[in-house]
């Protein structure tokens, strides 16, 4: 460490020449050329690169069936409705999340009631959920934050033993696993999102996997409209080849064949992605335990049962022994060209969730944890060069900043 290295925020050169963003798809010529096939094909949407993509997203995650929608937010609205989620019920989820996740609940009528982190893991805390737990309760919306599966098993125990529909948002945490079981064949519905940060991407899109039939059927229905050709779901006869009926109100969420064949690509492609994510996390973890050790930073724990998507690593800093808050070491790395964020802003701290009747205090850990977390880059296209650009940068601001 180079003590005496002028900062690029007070006019030294910074680590690198131009922005390193925190996260970015990893598109090939492969993806691209089955791309443009399907754009020379019959069908740009509602043809059969939908269900080719849906059953290769059920087949990676352990589930039965996939409902794919146009972006993981739509995914989540339709995994509320099928859960039944109306005016009067409660389900509890992470405030540590963004903001689509309890958005989708407001969507349907029901109200989101954000219980704390674990302070280790940053995921939803198991004890505080029970204690949110009222006999309005219907849902549980545990989040794997940055890519680690929460404990599946306990999630699924909670939920059966007080009759919750359990619903993960695994927007981070595709192909990651907890004790063995892969993220989608536990909970009773899970979401991926496939927009370009995500591990695969779609540009934009989402999917729910599911175990459970009668959840399919409800979403296939909502994703295009509340309309069916089927006639279990229609109320008298059909009055010929042509007929169809809208039987509930539904949405027009459907994916494209476009963005279908952009993810099939994508998915064949996981477990490199994956791999090239885990490889840069554990360069990560090595780079940085001088700094942990030195009472600058914590580095982020993953639990020993998980194998963890690694779709963000988040550091949070040890403000005390600091000489300087956490906007300001954002803003000396963005000056050395490292393009970092901050995941996430407490949900129920923005305004519209205060108008609501929210309020600061609701989950102290989270928002103690928020004012020191920052997200450094990381994704699959990174090369190892841009990987010694992210740790010299960070050890170079957070040892200016030190307190001596
Ligand atoms: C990205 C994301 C979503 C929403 O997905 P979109 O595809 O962008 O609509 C929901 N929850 C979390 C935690 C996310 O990161």
Redesign the pocket.
């Known amino acids: 460490m180079n003590q005496l290295e002028k900062l690029a925020i007070h006019g030294g050169k910074p680590i690198r020449n131009s922005l390193l963003s925190y996260g970015s798809q990893w598109v090939t010529e492969e993806d691209i050329a089955t791309v443009v096939e399907t754009m020379q094909s019959p069908f740009l949407t509602q043809g059969p690169r939908i269900a080719e993509f849906e059953s290769r997203v059920a087949e990676e995650s352990g589930a039965q069936y996939a409902v794919a929608f146009c972006?993981?937010?739509?995914?989540?609205h339709g995994a509320m409705f099928a859960a039944g989620i109306e005016k009067g019920d409660e389900v509890i989820t992470s405030p540590l999340?963004?903001a689509?996740?309890s958005n989708s609940v407001l969507y349907q009528g029901g109200t989101p009631v954000f219980s704390d982190i674990n302070p280790q893991t940053y995921l939803l805390d198991l004890e505080a959920v029970h204690t949110s737990i009222t006999p309005r309760t219907k849902a549980v919306v545990p989040?794997?934050?940055s890519g680690q599966p929460v404990n599946m098993q306990a999630f699924r125990a909670l939920a059966d033993k007080h009759g919750l529909v359990y619903i993960q948002?695994a927007?981070?945490s595709l192909g990651a696993s907890y004790d063995g079981k892969v993220v989608g064949s536990v909970a009773d519905m899970t979401?991926f999102?496939?927009?370009p940060?995500?591990p695969v991407t779609t540009a934009?899109?989402?999917i729910i996997v599911t175990n459970n039939e009668e959840y399919y059927e409800k979403l296939l229905r909502f994703r295009s409209h509340g309309i069916t050709k089927d006639s279990r779901w229609m109320e008298g006869d059909s009055e010929g080849p042509w007929y169809y009926q809208m039987v509930e109100l539904g949405y027009n969420y459907r994916m494209t064949d476009i963005q279908a064949a952009l993810g099939v690509a994508q998915i064949g492609r996981l477990p490199e992605l994956l791999s090239r994510r885990n490889e840069i996390a554990q360069q990560y973890d090595r780079a940085f335990a001088g700094l942990e050790h030195a009472g600058l930073l914590w580095r982020p724990t993953v639990d020993k049962q998980a194998m963890s998507g690694w779709?963000l690593y988040v550091l949070s800093l040890n403000l005390e022994n600091l000489k300087a808050g956490r906007r300001e070491v954002y803003e000396a790395l963005q000056a050395e060209n490292l393009g970092v964020n901050v995941?996430?802003i407490p949900v129920y701290l923005h305004p519209y969730y205060k108008k609501l009747g929210y309020t600061k205090g609701i989950c102290p850990q989270a928002e103690k944890l928020y004012e020191t977390f920052i997200t450094i880059p990381l994704f699959p296209k990174m090369s190892d060069e841009d990987v010694k650009d992210v740790t010299a940068a960070v050890e170079k601001v957070l040892s200016f900043f030190a307190r001596s």
Do not use: P
């Open positions: 972006n993981g937010t739509a995914a989540l999340t963004f689509a996740t989040v794997d934050f948002d927007a981070h979401m999102s496939f927009h940060v995500k934009e899109g989402g779709h995941h996430y």
